[in-house]
């Protein structure tokens, strides 16, 4: 009676877990039928095309307000010629993070223009907007897909001789040569299995596959052992060669191969100048923090 009973139980068990399992499935697909429901504020009406090559950034008169009141950006009015570095300061809530983000058109500005390669953002197709700007980020995010795909975003029209050269060319050789299956290993979700090193370079990795002409590079905060440093850094000038650049600085060190340095407060320019300008000017902002020899910036 006692095996009988276990095993009728046995099974009964494994069903409830399975009508668990069932009933977060369709929460899911509720809330992923939602989302697919929901339409983006941004009209993608854009027919005009980005030239090929280093893209010139401006900002023309720009307003923006998250919540329509408070201003986030005011009156921001500045150029990058193309092929030159920006390095971006300015203290938490300054307004760096939504410079970048209004590149890549995720909000509309409220006022004045932002131009890209000579062209105003709403004129380009956001699909154009999203190959020709590629962006580091602090935080690498992972998909649970192969090495290929999570180096090609899933664009099969990317060669594996490509993804190869590339990983030789960010010095990536020795932790390729040591995956199982080559550019057909798993890689888990979240960067998991992965140094912090070897995530920055991979995602280095997937903005040469985009070759854009402009770069954004929001810097990474973790500290990384002499040698993997010293890769990111050589990764870093390889990938702004012969193409715009826009650093945001958490540590002054990263600034020191921007050409032009700007320091926002409150959504507006405070300083904008040459890079050896500004340090050679004793009474600008810039001049001042170097002198501080503070490594985190505090504008």
């Given at each position: 009676m006692i095996y009988y009973t276990d095993a009728i139980f046995r099974p009964?068990?494994?069903?409830?877990?399975?009508?668990?399992?069932?009933?977060k499935a369709g929460g899911s697909i509720g809330?992923?039928?939602?989302?697919y429901r929901t339409e983006s504020k941004i009209k993608d009406n854009g027919t005009l095309h980005l030239p090929e090559g280093a893209l010139e950034v401006k900002f023309d008169h720009t307003q923006f307000s998250y919540n329509g009141t408070d201003k986030t950006l005011e009156d921001v009015n500045f150029t990058l010629q193309p092929g030159r570095v920006l390095g971006l300061l300015g203290r938490t809530g300054?307004?760096?993070?939504?410079?970048?983000?209004?590149?890549?058109?995720?909000?509309e500005i409220n006022?004045?223009?932002?131009?890209l390669g000579g062209r105003e953002l709403h004129e380009v197709p956001i699909a154009e907007l999203q190959h020709h700007i590629g962006m580091v980020t602090q935080e690498v995010q992972?998909?649970?897909?192969?090495v290929r795909d999570n180096l090609s975003f899933f664009d099969d029209a990317i060669r594996d001789e490509q993804i190869l050269s590339v990983i030789r060319e960010l010095e990536l050789s020795d932790w390729f040569n040591g995956l199982p299956k080559g550019l057909d290993t798993i890689l888990e979700g979240g960067s998991k299995g992965l140094s912090a090193g070897e995530a920055q370079l991979l995602a280095f990795t997937r903005v040469f596959l985009k070759n854009p002409g402009l770069v954004i590079m929001d810097e990474a905060s973790s500290r990384l052992d002499p040698a993997t440093e010293q890769k990111i850094e050589r990764a870093v000038d390889k990938l702004l060669k012969n193409r715009t650049g826009i650093i945001v600085a958490h540590r002054l060190g990263t600034v020191q191969r921007a050409d032009e340095i700007m320091?926002?407060?409150?959504?507006?320019?405070?300083e904008h100048g040459n890079y050896a300008s500004l340090v050679s000017d004793p009474e600008s902002r810039f001049s001042s923090l170097l002198k501080t020899g503070l490594e985190e910036v505090t504008v």
């Open positions: 009964l068990r494994e069903i409830t877990n399975e009508i668990q399992n069932l009933q809330r992923i039928d939602e989302l300054s307004g760096k993070t939504t410079i970048t983000r209004l590149l890549f058109r995720l909000y006022g004045g223009a932002i131009r992972l998909f649970r897909a192969t320091i926002l407060e409150r959504g507006q320019i405070v």
